[in-house]
């Protein structure tokens, strides 16, 4: 049984992820786009992992045989990439074939659709019944193979839509033995800066690590900044869709890089609604709402955000590392969110650091941390039954105002602060949001939640 996730279907190389299951995916997505269009281009790419460019040309193959023209690049590419190609050849869709952050035993495959984002679950759904059922497309006249040639294309839209201006600053950039490589060197290296760039080579094995720009993959980067003396260091994970952005030695979360963003839109006149999803920082909404804008709260998956965008909000984001912003492609983009954080510090004339203290003397500190707990099957069932009949007026001595179960469930508190528990879709795993004005505060939230939610039961 073929099930896509969150984004997309990802499997272990040669235990799930095979030749053969790929091959059945395909056929599905083919008949799924016969039915839905008959013919048009599509779009293919693959990330660095192992076996990436040969399981893409077997994806190649049944498309062309499907009567599709297919576009394929000659070396492996970021997956915003595939998004903005689709959108600048008006293709029906794109296959990008990766796993993105995920450890390299993994790859996966994930559809874009026309509208160049991730595929929202009425896609997803039609395409597991069309791949589950064995579906089969009809043969054509074979399709054209083309090769896809838009890098220069895809830089200078992300120089014009960042709009920096030329630096003298010096930046490492760390693409994680990624897809990702090149992109952000040729863009700061034309606006003058000094870039200095590491593990930028091809390696599956991700130098026995994973592609993911968190704290511990990040120590490479950390040394080779301090051995610079560099302004900023700037990472992509597997596929480049995910961002890492460091300054000395500190680490900007996903949700701090959303703040200065946000703050950098309002401050240069771009501001408009905020998309984000359910675990995602509320200081975005008192942002918003200081400056006369909605926000607008999603389930967890970038293809919501992605929808959000599409229907006019200025900049999406969730705190697992996804963002993008209005006049770019709806799907999120590792290379323009690092960019971005070079034209913040750009734009407000000081460090990062600074420039997110004005944003809190301003509308309030903020403190998010997520805790992730793992169950049995069987005591994962019996904390969902728990969950659906909680009820909670008070957590942590503070008045709950609000409940949401869009997306597990979620407790907003009178300070402005929250707590969501969701459960993994794929997993015996419980996630744990919660975000407070104090760090004491955060630990007290996330402590009651654990012993009201999982305590008699871990």
């Not at 950039?173 to 700061?188: I, R």
């Not at 492609?329 to 650091?353: Q, T, W």
């Not at 979620?410 to 975000?435: C, D, H, M």
């Amino acid at each position: 049984m073929i099930k896509f996730g969150t984004d997309g279907w990802r499997g272990i190389i040669a235990k799930d992820f095979t030749f053969a299951n790929l091959e059945k995916v395909t056929l599905g997505l083919a008949a799924y786009l016969q039915e839905k269009y008959q013919d048009g281009a599509v779009v293919v790419g693959y990330d660095c992992r192992f076996l990436s460019e040969h399981f893409a040309g077997a994806v190649v193959e049944i498309l062309l045989k499907s009567g599709f023209d297919v576009y394929l690049p000659e070396k492996f590419v970021p997956t915003p990439y595939v998004a903005f190609a689709i959108n600048k050849l008006k293709a029906i869709g794109g296959v990008m074939l990766t796993a993105s952050h995920n450890p390299p035993e993994y790859n996966g495959f994930k559809f874009i659709p026309d509208y160049a984002g991730p595929a929202l679950p009425d896609v997803t759904d039609r395409l597991e019944q069309l791949i589950n059922a064995g579906a089969v497309p009809s043969l054509k006249e074979k399709g054209k193979k083309l090769t896809l040639e838009l890098e220069s294309a895809y830089v200078d839209h992300l120089k014009k839509l960042t709009g920096l201006n030329p630096g003298q600053g010096t930046v490492v950039v760390d693409p994680m033995y990624g897809a990702g490589q090149g992109y952000l060197e040729k863009v700061l290296t034309d606006f003058g800066y000094n870039v200095y760039t590491i593990r930028n080579f091809r390696d599956p094995l991700f130098g026995g690590g994973m592609p993911e720009p968190k704290r511990k993959e990040l120590q490479p980067l950390v040394e080779a900044m301090k051995n610079k003396k560099a302004d900023l260091g700037l990472a992509l994970d597997g596929d480049a869709d995910r961002f890492g952005v460091v300054e000395g030695e500190r680490l900007f979360t996903a949700n701090e890089i959303l703040i200065l963003t946000y703050h950098y839109l309002i401050e240069s006149g771009q501001g408009g609604d905020v998309a984000r999803t359910v675990p995602t920082t509320h200081l975005l909404d008192k942002m918003a709402r200081a400056n006369g804008f909605n926000v607008i709260e999603t389930p967890v998956g970038f293809k919501y955000i992605g929808k959000a965008l599409r229907e006019g909000a200025v900049l999406g984001g969730e705190e697992s590392g996804g963002l993008s912003i209005a006049g770019h492609v709806p799907e999120k983009d590792g290379i323009l969110a690092d960019l971005l954080a070079v034209k913040i510090r750009e734009f407000f004339k000081k460090p990062l650091s600074e420039v997110l203290e004005d944003i809190y003397t301003r509308y309030g500190r903020s403190y998010t941390r997520r805790d992730d707990y793992r169950t049995t099957p069987e005591q994962k069932e019996e904390i969902l039954k728990r969950l659906s009949a909680l009820k909670l007026t008070e957590i942590a001595g503070e008045k709950v105002v609000r409940e949401s179960r869009i997306d597990g469930v979620k407790w907003e508190l009178q300070s402005g602060g929250f707590a969501l528990v969701r459960a993994s879709g794929t997993e015996p795993v419980f996630r744990i949001y919660g975000e407070a004005a104090s760090e004491e505060k955060l630990d007290l939230l996330l402590n009651e939640i654990k012993m009201v939610v999982l305590g008699t039961v871990l």
